[in-house]
């Protein structure tokens, strides 16, 4: 069976709290969602909930009067649409194709299909020369289409999961 992955719940401190720099938080989810397993968010997370463990159990299980919308939820609804449309992102198997300090390239493939999950979770742009195995792509977070020809720039604090197309 597939095991549930996460990046806080309510035994441990929310990861906002956790996280040194803010803009890598939206490339955890994207890890979260382009690894495999079923992603699995903390309610509140979604919205940038901050608790430490050591505020007691009011702190990590509070009570949210409404919905809070911004950026981070939307980032990770746009995840769940991707996770949801993709075969290899739910069932496929994972291969490492680029890992330095703050930047890593992920194959998840099954029956055919292949996305390459890319995440720069530094400062500085980076541009991943790799064999992608296909000349275009489509990013499912997005829905824009990406060239492998000549590099795979990626931006700073940036993930894409990119969809074979040819």
């Keep these: 069976g597939h095991l549930l992955s996460f990046a806080d719940n309510h ?53 949210f009067g409404k919905p809070v919308y911004n950026e981070l939820g939307e980032w990770i ?5 991707a996770k949801k449309s ?7 198997g994972f291969r490492s194709v680029v890992l330095t300090n703050h930047q890593c390239i992920f194959e998840r493939a099954c029956d055919g299909e292949r996305v390459l999950v ?5 400062d500085q742009p980076y541009t991943a020369h790799f064999d992608a195995g296909c000349g ?16 795979s720039k990626i931006p700073p604090y940036t993930a894409r999961f990119w969809k074979c197309e040819r």
């Design 11 to 63: 035994d441990v401190s929310r990861i906002a709290s956790v996280i040194q720099n803010e803009k890598c938080l939206p490339l955890v989810y994207a890890m979260v969602y382009g690894m495999p397993g079923i992603p699995c968010v903390y309610y509140g997370s979604e919205w940038g909930a901050k608790a430490h463990k050591h505020e007691g159990d009011p702190a990590l299980r509070a009570c």
């Design 77 to 81: 609804r746009a995840l769940s649409e």
């Design 86 to 92: 993709s075969k290899a992102l739910n069932y496929g």
């Design 118 to 122: 890319a995440i720069n979770a530094s």
């Design 136 to 151: 275009m792509a489509v990013d499912l977070i997005t829905g824009k289409p990406h060239d492998f020809g000549g590099g």
